[in-house]
């Protein structure tokens, strides 16, 4: 079954605004990853965040991980026109020879 | 260019065809994937390679075939495709099979129609 679940669905914001994606998944990790796709092209890692930390910056990009809630989130700050593209979270298990298992996405789109 | 690239961009194949699709990286990588990605779908994940051996087969039907002849190339062999397959094909690798220390690689995909 999907391992990670992102909320909302979609999100509409305007540009410079912050938007906020949530990934929530079932099992205990060994790490999370966010990735960036643009319209019917590939995934693109954005960052990586471990089991034993709690947050990580990248850019304009801040992920937070709550494993007691088992919960991640994506903070895009002073959101660019530029940044419309889908975001998915991506799991990584602890047992040995698991695989990165996706969940079905955020649709961001920035307005101008 | 991600240093994954995948072809072609776009096929359109009847069912009773027979394609293939390729996937090739000159990371050094040694792990290799592909994913099948539907519309309104999460991703899943197809066949996974290390080192040239596969290592994962998600109950995959046979009219896919996998084939990786070295650690830079990966095929995705077709044939009697149904519609339902039609998606978007995804290749991805990594530096070692798994959740991927420095997370997975992805080629721009190929866009598949089954007519």
């Known amino acids: 079954s999907q391992q990670g679940e992102e909320d909302p669905q979609a999100l509409s914001i305007q540009e410079g605004e912050n938007a906020t994606m949530n990934c929530s998944y079932k099992t205990s990790i060994n790490n999370l990853q966010w990735y960036r796709q643009n319209s019917g092209r590939g995934l693109v890692h954005l960052i990586l965040?471990?089991?034993?930390?709690r947050e990580k910056h990248s850019g304009r990009l801040r992920v937070t991980l709550d494993t007691s809630k088992k919960s991640s989130s994506l903070l895009i700050t002073a959101s660019r026109a530029a940044d419309t593209a889908s975001y998915f979270c991506a799991t990584g298990l602890n047992n040995a020879g698991n695989m990165l298992t996706f969940g079905g996405g955020t649709r961001l789109m920035v307005k101008p | 260019e991600t240093g994954v690239t995948q072809t072609p961009r776009h096929l359109v194949m009847g069912m009773t065809n027979k394609k293939s699709l390729k996937c090739e990286q000159h990371l050094g990588h040694n792990a290799m994937y592909w994913y099948k990605q539907s519309a309104k779908k999460p991703l899943e994940l197809m066949f996974v390679y290390s080192l040239e051996e596969r290592v994962e087969n998600n109950s995959v039907p046979s009219r896919f075939s996998p084939e990786c002849p070295n650690s830079s190339h990966l095929f995705l062999h077709l044939h009697t495709l149904q519609p339902e397959d039609s998606a978007l094909y995804l290749c991805?690798?990594?530096?070692?099979?798994?959740?991927?220390?420095?997370?997975?690689?992805f080629g721009s995909g190929t866009r598949l129609t089954v007519v």
């Open positions: 965040i471990r089991s034993n930390e």
């Open positions: 991805a690798s990594s530096q070692d099979p798994g959740t991927g220390r420095d997370g997975y690689t």
